[in-house]
């Protein structure tokens, strides 16, 4: 192996100008894992070592491998710690899932800059980034998983602050038929050289040939449990109310109101039971877990893609009018045709796309999307969905998307200040990551967000689970509740065996 310094300097200039502009990460042509021995491994990190003594800070070191097909989430459940820090993420129907844990490298922020410093930060890192391993695979290379609050101030004691990101050590990702696990290590001018190979040289052995048998499966517990309504029996019908009277008055067109319910159980919950039940009953949905290290996790399945970024376009959708599922065909598309022709739902979801074209504006981008918003059917929910697409400037970055996009009127509503206040007046709750965005950047600038519904943070034997409705004029109060209780019963049913 030559020397990495020399290899660095000269893959840098023989950059074009275009992955110039998108990655500024050290990508030597070497794989140690490649050769496969501890010693070429070894000699690796003494280069990794070397250049962090010039660079003068740690770098972050990046080893992807391809590897036989892994689940993401029985790979998870199999190394499962409370007391560790985990992204997990997964659409069957997209074809991709991916779980990380323990933490390499991470970063918090809040206030109205936070995505932006968020951006700077993994700027920073990517310039002090090693990276091996064929990063032209979908999910290889350093990925940064975020959890962000609805809000850009986190309550008091909240269990997750207004913005946390992090770069796990261990990273399995499936796409389609391929499988990528990444290991992620920081690696200081002194690092214990030995024991950092040694470490890596394991993990690289595990997920080579991973044994499941190992997992501590547990179950999700049974009855009896109890439901709290936070702000008491009756508060939802009596915002909403308070909300068609500001609505009617002219203060704002549509606001975004939520419900907190708190389950409490004799068992412990336990993610994992509950996410494989979330992802066998909506493949549709990002299902999630985000769990802080502290032994709460934030768990759910949603339908919402704030954005996807991806080879030169971005994917974001408007998603908002919602009506129930029928018993039978019939039944199921009255309701579904119902919602397609309703004026009232057709006004909230119109809102959304203006609201998300607006916002995008100034960027100049041609959007794409279809005239009239199309069915999402999930098991429990009819939706009005309208994906929108684009094609991006080279320089674009993820994050400058998600601070424009969120929060869309799908969850907050429009004006946005004046829905956003009535909000905070009405809903009894602080929303912590409820309808936040989540998600994660690759080291090109893409990556994808989705937004934290139909969730719930697990804490023991608690679970709080959020559910919302969008009112504007012409909601009822009664039939919003009957929409969360709806999206309420959904999580119920995965959060227990009821
Ligand atoms: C606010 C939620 O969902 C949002 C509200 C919808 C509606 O009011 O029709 C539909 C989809 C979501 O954008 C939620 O699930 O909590």
Redesign the pocket.
């Known amino acids: 192996m030559t020397r990495l310094t020399d290899q660095c300097r000269t893959c840098h200039s023989e950059r074009s100008e275009k992955s110039r502009a998108i990655s500024r990460m050290k990508t030597p042509p070497v794989n140690p894992t490649g050769s496969a021995t501890p010693e070429a491994l070894g000699a690796f990190f003494a280069q990794c070592a070397a250049e962090a003594r010039t660079a003068g800070r740690p770098q972050l070191v990046s080893i992807s491998v391809v590897v036989d097909n892994l689940d993401p989430l029985a790979v998870l459940e199999s190394i499962f710690e409370p007391g560790e820090p985990h992204f997990y993420a997964e659409r069957p129907a997209q074809g991709f899932g991916v779980a990380g844990a323990e933490v390499a490298v991470e970063f918090t922020a809040q206030g109205a800059r936070r995505f932006a410093d968020a951006k700077a930060f993994i700027a920073a890192t990517l310039a002090n980034t090693i990276a091996v391993g064929p990063l032209a695979e979908p999910f290889a290379g350093p990925h940064f998983f975020f959890a962000a609050g609805f809000a850009d101030e986190a309550a008091p004691g909240a269990a997750f602050p207004s913005l946390r990101l992090f770069v796990p050590r261990w990273q399995v990702a499936r796409m389609g038929d391929s499988t990528v696990a990444v290991a992620n290590v920081l690696v200081a001018a002194d690092a214990p050289l030995e024991m950092l190979t040694a470490r890596i040289w394991r993990a690289h052995a595990k997920f080579g040939a991973f044994d499941y048998s190992r997992a501590k499966q547990k179950d999700r517990p049974s009855a009896p449990r109890m439901a709290e309504e936070i702000g008491g029996s009756g508060s939802y019908q009596r915002a909403v109310a308070q909300a068609l009277t500001e609505i009617a008055r002219g203060d704002y067109q549509k606001v975004?109101l939520?419900r907190a319910l708190r389950y409490t159980t004799t068992e412990e919950f336990h993610p994992m039971g509950v996410l494989n039940h979330l992802r066998q009953r909506y493949p549709d949905c990002y299902s999630f877990s985000i769990a802080n290290g502290k032994g709460q996790s934030f768990i759910g399945a949603s339908?919402?893609r704030l954005v996807r970024v991806a080879g030169g376009r971005m994917h974001t959708a408007a998603?908002?009018?919602?009506a129930p599922r029928g018993q039978s065909a019939s039944e199921d598309a009255a309701f579904a045709q119902g919602l397609l022709h309703s004026e009232k739902?057709l006004r909230?979801h119109r809102l959304v796309l203006d609201s998300i074209a607006g916002r995008l504006a100034d960027l100049g981008l041609q959007l794409e999307h279809a005239t009239q918003p199309r069915l999402l059917g999930l098991a429990n929910v009819h939706?009005l969905h309208t994906p929108v697409s684009a094609s991006l400037p080279a320089e674009a970055h993820i994050l400058d998307l998600v601070a424009r996009l969120h929060p869309t009127p799908?969850?907050g509503g429009a004006p946005q200040e004046p829905a956003l206040a009535a909000m905070r007046r009405l809903e009894t709750f602080p929303r912590g990551l409820y309808?936040g965005p989540q998600g994660w950047v690759d080291h090109r600038g893409g990556g994808e967000f989705f937004?934290g519904?139909?969730s719930a943070l697990i804490d023991g034997r608690t679970a709080t689970a959020?559910?919302?409705?969008?009112i504007v004029a012409g909601s009822e109060p009664e039939k919003e509740f009957a929409?969360?209780e709806l999206?309420f019963k959904a999580l119920l049913e995965a959060l227990t065996q009821s």
């Open positions: 975004v939520a339908p919402e998603l908002a009018g919602s739902d909230e939706h799908a969850v309808a937004v519904l139909r959020y559910a919302g409705a969008g929409e969360t999206k």
